[in-house]
């Protein structure tokens, strides 16, 4: 059965002896298109949109405009701390991973920040990058290692291609 030919059953609440009615799904579409006809003709267009935001907007008074500046240079200021406070978490050698946790803990201490974390970090060194030092043991590993097959198959090369230089 296609789409066009369904048949969908609608209770049409008009009718008061309680009767329902049934529509075709072509009649079910008309209903819908002819409804939102009537909304779209209800709303207004972009332009006017635009234009009612600019008058809007020159409606406010200095005092209304002052203080949306002061408010997104209060956001500004905020959003640039937590930079600040996350630049300094990383630069203190917490684990990336860790990063946004150190991060929160220590904010919600109270006093300054940078002997929070200092603080913080000696209390728990588990969020810290682990760096551990490669000492030197006087053994000198070669820089490519090639398996014993890896080799003879360089053999086998070099025999039927005299003028092969190797890898690397």
Same mark, same amino acid.
């Given at each position: ?6 048949i ?13 009615k049934? @529509?075709?799904?072509?009649e079910?579409?008309? %209903?819908?298109?002819?409804r ?5 003709k209800q709303m ?10 600019n008058? *809007?907007e ?9 203080a949306q500046?002061?408010?997104? @240079? ?15 978490v %990383?630069r ?5 991973e860790?990063?946004? #946790? ?5 904010? *919600? ?7 929070n974390?200092?603080?913080f970090?000696?209390?728990?060194? *588990? #969020?810290?990058? $682990?760096?551990?030092e490669?000492k ?9 290692? %090639? ?8 053999? #086998?090369i070099k025999?039927? $291609?005299? $003028?092969f *230089?190797?890898?690397?």
């Amino acid at each position: 059965m296609s789409e066009q030919n369904q048949i969908t059953e609608v209770v049409d609440e008009s009718t008061e002896s309680g009767e329902s009615k049934t @529509f075709t799904q072509d009649e079910v579409n008309a %209903l819908i298109e002819s409804r939102l006809a009537r909304a779209k003709k209800q709303m207004p267009a972009r332009e006017e949109l635009e234009e009612f935001k600019n008058w *809007k907007e020159s409606q406010k008074t200095e005092a209304e405009r002052q203080a949306q500046r002061e408010k997104e @240079f209060h956001d500004t200021m905020s959003e640039r701390d937590a930079i600040k406070r996350e630049n300094t978490v %990383l630069r203190a050698g917490v684990d990336f991973e860790h990063a946004d #946790y150190v991060l929160f803990k220590v904010s *919600k201490i109270e006093g300054e920040f940078e002997e929070n974390l200092k603080q913080f970090l000696t209390d728990n060194p *588990k #969020y810290l990058k $682990n760096t551990v030092e490669e000492k030197p043991t006087g053994i000198t590993a070669p820089h490519q290692s %090639l398996k014993q097959e890896e080799l003879g198959f360089l053999k #086998y090369i070099k025999q039927k $291609n005299p $003028n092969f *230089k190797g890898v690397g």
